[in-house]
């Protein structure tokens, strides 16, 4: 089993430390935006308005936002965070929302061919590959998946580093739940932490880290 807690102990690394296991994860977020994008093109037009697990988005919303917010180069990232911050009073969420409006209003075939086009190039490590556009890549990916019927498909080493870097970073009241316990993936083969087991499946522990979920990872349905 693959103990990330040797890489990044929850109780003993900085955050600034995240990205220990890996700098490098354009394969893996290539291998989500086309599990993404098969499952986009085979929903009839109205799927894509289902509610997301983000609250307050629907399917195209969080697919909108991957297709912009993974493409646009880093120097216009910051210069357009920058000028949403001030535009929309410096609250994240309502950034976050404009991204994915930039995305959302596209018709979906064009959402579709974005995603793809995004995935040949992080496949070949161009552009951000690191551990923070995985997790913006996994989560969304959770987000679309799940409501529509499917699993997405994630590689053990990038569950595991997703969700480490949640448990490192994520709010208090998280924290609060897993502090002096270990998180173990029962089907992705990881687990890291220290004390006793919070044992549940990859996603189930995902979803609950980034608040998809109010049920802690090992408890009762």
Not at 125 to 147: H, K, S, Y
Request: a neutral charge; hydrophobic letters at 45%; proline letters at 7%.
């Amino acid at each position: 089993m693959a103990d990330f807690a040797r890489y990044l102990p929850l109780s003993a690394r900085p955050p600034q430390d995240e990205t220990g296991v890996s700098s490098h994860w354009g394969a893996d977020i290539a291998a989500v935006l086309d599990a993404v994008a098969d499952l986009l093109v085979v929903q009839p037009p109205t799927a894509l308005e289902t509610p997301s697990l983000h609250p307050g988005w629907s399917v195209r919303d969080v697919a909108g936002y991957l297709s912009w917010r993974l493409a646009v180069p880093t120097a216009e990232l910051v210069r357009a965070t920058s000028l949403a911050l001030v535009e929309n009073g410096f609250s994240q969420r309502r950034v976050a929302e404009s991204f994915a409006r930039r995305g959302a209003d596209l018709p979906v075939a064009e959402i579709v061919a974005g995603l793809r086009s995004i995935a040949v190039d992080k496949r070949a490590d161009r552009g951000r590959t690191g551990i923070r556009e995985l997790a913006i890549t996994v989560v969304g990916g959770l987000d679309i998946a799940r409501p529509l019927g499917a699993v997405l498909p994630l590689r053990p080493a990038a569950s595991g580093a997703v969700a480490l870097r949640r448990a490192l970073n994520g709010p208090t009241e998280i924290k609060a739940v897993i502090r002096d316990r270990s998180l173990t993936a029962t089907d992705a083969d990881w687990s890291f932490g220290r004390g006793p087991a919070m044992s549940d499946t990859a996603e189930a522990i995902l979803l609950f880290l980034y608040e998809r979920s109010d049920r802690a990872p090992g408890s009762a349905v």
